[in-house]
């Protein structure tokens, strides 16, 4: 299915005010399995660096990540880049009504990065799949670190990312470019672009796999179907709401041999 026309109709409504957007961001942080695995990497990271950071969010989308980040540190200077100038435009609108002074929006293509070295953290959440060049990024991302600093990649694994559980198989979302990374082949991309260790981990396991279905997969396919499916959503969702939660807690607290979704630390 085509995700972007959906997340389009769920910026437009949930923009329509501060309050609106906020809500739309704790959602996202209860309901997106990858955002409990990215918020667990990032307060483990936030316990060594507790002075002032600069943050590059890379693929920032609807800005959730930056907003978190934000948030828990006024400090924390993060440069949020994107490809899609009306996302922009509404980020950097809203965190100005919002006061939130120490994140930036801008437009940028990370094929074609090109940042001296300013960065304690780099973050990319369910970008790479979007990007043929993969390499060329991390390449360019590792310019732009300062020594020592973390690259974060969450990313669906070829384990049955994208809902694809074989090579030849669509992935669920089309503007995906592969359906997902085998682990050993990202960690060995991370170290040709520069990094120095790596470490990858497998998420979204059984828990993750149910959780992704009741949360993301079945309610974009109603939405995809007709707009009307809006008005039963909160319905689906007070129904489906506890077992998500419960699922996410145990993927997140979990050890997988395999998954559907990879973790992955990069430093340089």
Known sequence: ??????????????????????????????????????????????KKNKGPASILDAGSG??????????????WKILALDVKHEQIEECNQFFAKAGLTNAEFAYGDLTQLNLPPRFHLAL?????????????????????????A???????????GSDAEHAEDASFIEEHVRNGYNIHEIQQKLVAAGFTKVEAKYSYGWPGKIS?????????????????????????????????????????????????????????
Do not use: C
Request: charged content about 15%.
């Open 62 to 75: 609807f800005g959730q990540y930056t907003y978190w980040l934000a948030k828990k540190n006024a400090h």
């Open 150 to 160: 973390m690259l974060l990649i969450s990313t669906p694994s070829d384990q049955g």
């Open 212 to 268: 992704w279905r009741l949360s993301m997969k079945y309610p974009l396919l109603l939405l995809q179907l007709s707009k009307i499916f809006f008005i039963i959503l909160p319905v689906y969702y007070i129904i489906t709401f506890p077992f998500a939660l419960l699922f996410n807690y145990l993927d997140v607290n979990l050890s997988h041999p395999t998954g559907t979704g990879l973790i992955v630390k990069a430093y340089k």
């Open 124 to 148: 990319t959440v369910d970008v790479m799949e979007h990007i043929e060049e993969d390499v060329l990024v991390f390449q360019n991302i590792n310019r732009a670190l300062l020594p020592g």
């Open 1 to 46: 299915m085509q995700y972007d026309p959906v997340k389009k109709i769920l910026g437009n409504f949930f923009n329509k005010s501060p309050f609106l957007r906020k809500f739309f961001y704790h959602l996202l942080d209860l309901l997106l399995l990858r955002a409990w695995h990215v918020h667990k990497e990032l307060r483990q990271w936030q």
